[in-house]
């Protein structure tokens, strides 16, 4: 990292920690250098119940974001003329929003767009956003189409008005749930010199648990924009969905939540929120919820009791971020998923939902891992190391010349029993869950011996047998035998074999000395 | 809690806090009273990372074991001499163990049985075990039944010995994976005066992960042991399988895991255990935690890092246990388990299996809650709100007399659109995920309103299916007409009229002012 002055286009380095869409990241500002994934907390000057010097120097958050919509309008000249960062006593990176959303919710503008463009820069801020026009949810088509252009238009006007060489801009993207204006707006932003992309308006699709919803959008935007540029996710601050946004693509969080929630008496946790009173036991070892039991804190004044919450929902924030950075280094990340997947069944609906999006992942994914894979249950064949099996089993294997007939098993390997000009003949396939049928000499490759899991082979999944079907489709001309496969596998190889016209020998008995010359009568032929 | 001195029987009293066999309990000792689940974690004064006054006062906890074998071997008569609350400076609970796990695995017997009680008391113990005979994992049953006899041998031995009042002693119960012998001695420990029952020998078990296994013994002997008796589990001491144990009905467990662990560089998680090196983050945010970087802890000596690993391993184990508690308290201990299960295929393969115990689990589970309940996808049917509700709709659900005619249905309530006549001989079953066809007016009661899911109609289970056929067996004489059921669900409508003799009109149009004197002729008979 030589020279990393000036204006800089890519100040977003990936590393080569990555796993499903997310990646652990470093983004270069003039302030110093951020490792994403990462959640801006938002400070509100006006109500801020942990100070910005404390979030620096207690929890070791070195960005914060504000709004600059609240700063210009409450503060103005005073912010302009200390700077940002003496104005809220942080010596940290400070990014401002331009309060479009608050303009949407509250309505009113009080600033032209490049007015606030001006603002951002003239308090010295170190990564700003254009006032763009958020997509409510529910808009329908012409509505969201308009705040589309006119975001499009600011944008563009936007950068003849930028003079500050060393700040970061952030394009956000519009569109809501129209996903075709959703692309269009991400292919127009990719097009600008933004430094960071931002995915607009999730916030209504958020309190109402559209993850399904919130899924399609990141992954729309993150299969159009560049790998280069870090996606930022506005207002998003739930530990239980970082996860969630963070294996589709995200790099960047901003919320406020950890404070409004613990104004409103809530405590959150990566599984779901709770109010304080249902709190028996704190579900947590943080430096806030190791000092007290709920009762005690429940008989504090309600500035104790907002000041004890926000410090820990902001260290369920922190924490959460960590396991996810963790999981990204070790490759775990889709069993967090899955794991999160069970604080609430939207999430499970968007977990789910991951099929749609197993090529996306599958094309980002690291080809090996240093760890095993866990396989829980069906919804597991989604992930990118058995989606990425099945392609290249397809894509690249092929049944030699010479060899007419593939001997499917299950149980202990067949091979000895067999004389050697048969073996040169024969091609062996263990059924194996969730694989299905696997040639015998990939058996030990990766993913295939380092899958860990549960479940018998009477559960193979039904698209594992239609990869077969497809393999046997392309590979004609031979014959199957098969070994000790029983039940609804063995139902499905034959319904393969008629369909497609293989002559199936079932139940072979090897014998003791190999099969050559002699098959026994106790086959059964179709 | 009036008169507490002196000897007691059941020193253990259950809270209304209970959720699946899973309860919140208070354990009545000498030195105070001990909150249940809880784990003791196991001191050894030779190797000890963190003294017992430091678990005391730094950490919050209130009980601890020790080896009485190791203290005799090594210490003798000095522990008599100061007592082992002295001895160990320690001014809380102490549990004594007798050390018969050691003998197993390390063989030699220094001790004599009487002796081993002798010792327990007079040191001082608060809780001690009498030496049994640990049965061996993979033990053929005549050596297990051997155990199991000698065991209970000694165990009435030891009633003739003990002559301190105040203390309190753990009964372990034998016979391994020999459930017949585990049940039979489950039966003859309760049968004597012990104050806490124990499940013995599961350490080989935990150490292959087989859970499944330790699920079945747990059930077994919670089936048996009375609800006033807490069940230890000796040698548990994993914060990924806590809640399985608790969820089965253990109150109490016993660990040097978070030392020895710490010694070798592991570093406990709820979702497994990680080395230290694999580590780039810490997903954790207690005090060990929030303050080092892994990179930073790595590069400390070796006592350093021990220390620093044990202190997290036991914060990990104490926040899983104020999780576990809190999930008992609002009744979320299911899908904390569920979430668990995803840690890794050895835990889901034993929440899988829970479907062995739904009878055991619903008998003890409370039967309405005050939070909602989630439905994930069908291992959930398995939890005790789901269960009840199928076998108390088959128990008191009947069609009254003059009622012909069942309309099943799915999305809108259909009974407007009939006339008064038609709805007094008509009886509304709405199809819903997973509980299958429910009686209209049951569908805004527990569980059925609080649940909150994941999955279509076309996903209702087979067992909801089942149950609704089993439904109609029992209740003749009435013909079904279905209103928007199609797919999978109204084939097996199908199946179950044709099997059962029942008319059925498919997709009956009801017509915008009722059915009342015609039907159309869209309705297909069968």
């Known amino acids: ?312 929902n902001l260290n369920a924030c922190i924490e959460e971020l960590r396991r996810i950075k963790q999981a990204i280094s070790d490759g775990s990340l889709w069993e967090l998923l899955g794991q999160r997947a069970r604080a609430h069944p939207a999430l499970f609906r968007a977990f789910a939902g991951m099929s749609s999006y197993s090529d996306l992942l599958e094309r980002h994914s690291p080809s090996t891992k240093d760890g095993g894979i866990f396989y829980f249950d069906r919804l597991d064949i989604w992930r990118p190391e058995i989606q990425r099996y099945w392609k290249r089993f397809l894509e690249r294997y092929s049944i030699p010349e010479g060899v007419d007939e593939l001997i499917v098993y299950s149980g202990s390997d067949p091979i000895k029993r067999l004389g050697e000009e048969e073996i040169r003949r024969t091609r062996f396939f263990k059924l194996i869950n969730p694989y299905g049928f696997v040639p015998w000499e990939l058996l030990e490759s990766f993913p295939l011996f380092q899958t860990e899991g549960s479940g018998t082979i009477e559960e193979v999944p039904e698209e594992a047998i239609s990869v077969f079907r497809e393999f046997l489709r392309r590979n004609r001309g031979v014959r199957i035998s098969s070994l000790r496969i029983s039940g609804r596998p063995l139902q499905r190889l034959k319904d393969i074999c008629e369909e497609l016209g293989i002559p199936l020998e079932i139940n072979v008995d090897l014998g003791p000395g190999g099969r050559t010359g002699a098959r026994t009568g106790s086959a059964k032929h179709i």
């Not at 003496?86 to 007015?115: H, K, M, N």
């Not at 946004?245 to 409103?264: H, I, N, Q």
Request: proline share 6%; charged share 25%.
């Open 1 to 312: 990292m030589a020279d990393r002055d000036g204006p800089r286009l890519d100040p977003f380095e990936q590393t080569p920690e990555k796993d499903l869409m997310g990646r652990i990241g470093r983004l270069w500002t003039e302030r110093g250098v951020l490792e994403t994934p990462y959640m801006f907390p938002v400070v509100n000057p006006l109500t801020q119940p942990i100070s910005p010097r404390e979030l620096r120097e207690r929890f070791g958050l070195g960005a914060i974001m504000v709004n600059a919509h609240i700063l210009k309008k409450n503060f103005g000249d005073a912010v302009v003329d200390k700077g940002v960062h003496r104005f809220l006593d942080y010596d940290g990176i400070i990014a401002t929003d331009s309060g479009a959303y608050q303009i949407l919710v509250y309505g009113g503008i009080d600033s032209a767009p490049d007015e606030i463009v001006r603002f951002q820069e003239s308090i010295g801020s170190d990564i700003g956003v254009i006032l763009d026009i958020p997509t409510p949810y529910g808009a329908n088509r012409e509505e969201a189409e308009r705040g589309v252009l006119e975001t499009h238009r600011r944008a563009e006007e936007a950068f003849g008005i930028i003079s500050d060489e060393n700040m970061l801009w952030i394009g956000p993207i519009q569109g809501g749930t129209h996903l075709d204006l959703l692309a269009s707006s991400a292919l127009k932003m990719s097009s600008l010199p933004f430094h960071i992309l931002a995915l607009g308006s999730p916030t209504q699709i958020l309190k109402q648990y559209r993850y399904d919803l919130l899924s399609k959008m990141i992954a729309t935007v993150r299969s159009i924009i560049p790998p280069s540029k870090p996606l930022h996710l506005f207002g998003a601050g739930h530990p239980s969905m970082f996860s969630l946004a963070v294996a589709l693509g995200c790099d960047l969080f901003d919320s406020a939540s950890y404070a409004l929630f613990a104004r409103e008496g809530r405590y959150m946790t990566e599984y779901g929120t709770m109010r304080l009173e249902e709190l028996k036991y704190f579900p947590c070892s943080c430096s806030a919820c190791s000092e007290y039991e709920p009762s005690e804190v429940l008989k504090c004044d309600k500035g104790f009791i907002e000041r004890f919450l926000a410090e820990h």
